[in-house]
């Protein structure tokens, strides 16, 4: 059986709760498995190999699109709850019945949601660029955020170097070096998520994002063991964010 990776799995697809998924599996496979909630916008070609091949030398990955995202069908949901309740489905409809999962930036959003709604299902969490509900500067795009995708680039790809990456020198030769890796798979590659992608998210993204009292204290019932992953300086969703992810350093 051919081993696969990031380059070279198959696009597959899978039906539940009336939506087409579209998702791929590679990597080794004995134990549990991790499934990928992506970044706003993102697809399944949105991820690092660097990533995404490095977790697969020990276990396997699953990365798939959500509802209405790029080759999956259906509406993207504009709370973050539906988008945990069809990540949900789509993990049940592949009869898996235990599962890590990582998510990064509104993906994190989803994963906490994931381990809320069904946390028989979820044996640990990785939450990389991420926050709590009602976490600092989330009620909408930080301005960094707004000026950041409101922009302009030469090459449309060129806009993950200003999400991800800082003005530096070396910084920006990293970002190369990843839109490097992002174009190697040259087959089968996801298409761009169409227009109405973004306003759906954003609109679930200020959902969540909403202060409120005690808007912290449903962390206090996620009880996986749980990586926070975090820059120094992330614009997307600010840095504190990840310390509040700690339910013993939540503010009441």
């Known amino acids: 059986m051919t081993q696969h990776n990031h380059q070279t799995a198959p696009t597959q697809f899978v039906e539940a709760n009336g939506i087409r998924f579209a998702y791929r599996r590679f990597g080794k496979l004995d134990g549990v498995p991790l499934v990928f909630n992506q970044h706003f916008t993102g697809t399944m070609d949105h ?3 660097a990533v995404t091949n490095g977790f697969a030398k020990d276990r396997e990955v699953i990365l798939f699109n959500n509802a209405g995202i790029s080759s999956s069908s259906g509406e993207v949901p504009t709370s973050i709850e539906g988008m945990a309740a069809n990540a949900i489905a789509f993990i049940g409809v592949l009869g ?3 599962v890590d999962v990582l998510g990064f930036s509104i993906g994190g959003f989803v994963a906490q949601e994931i381990a809320s709604q069904a946390p ?4 640990k969490l990785i939450l990389v660029g991420t926050g709590p509900r009602g976490g600092q ?3 909408s795009l930080t301005p960094e955020a707004q000026q ?4 302009t680039y030469e090459e449309p790809d060129h806009l993950w170097l200003a999400v991800h990456f800082t003005r530096s020198e070396a910084s920006q030769a990293a970002g190369r070096d990843f839109l490097k890796r992002f174009r190697l798979r040259n087959q089968n590659r996801d298409p761009e998520v169409n227009e109405k992608v973004a306003p759906a998210q954003l609109e679930a993204l200020g959902k969540w994002g909403i202060q409120f009292e005690r808007s912290y204290d449903y962390l206090k019932s996620i009880h996986q063991p749980t990586l926070v992953v975090n820059g120094g300086k992330d ?3 600010y840095s504190v964010n990840s310390f509040i992810l700690h339910p013993a350093a939540a503010p009441a």
């Open 47 to 49: 991820w690092d190999p």
């Open 96 to 98: 898996l019945s235990k």
């Open 120 to 123: 028989g299902l979820v044996r």
């Open 137 to 139: 500067g989330m009620a």
């Open 148 to 151: 950041i995708f409101g922009a």
């Open 235 to 237: 614009v997307i969703i």
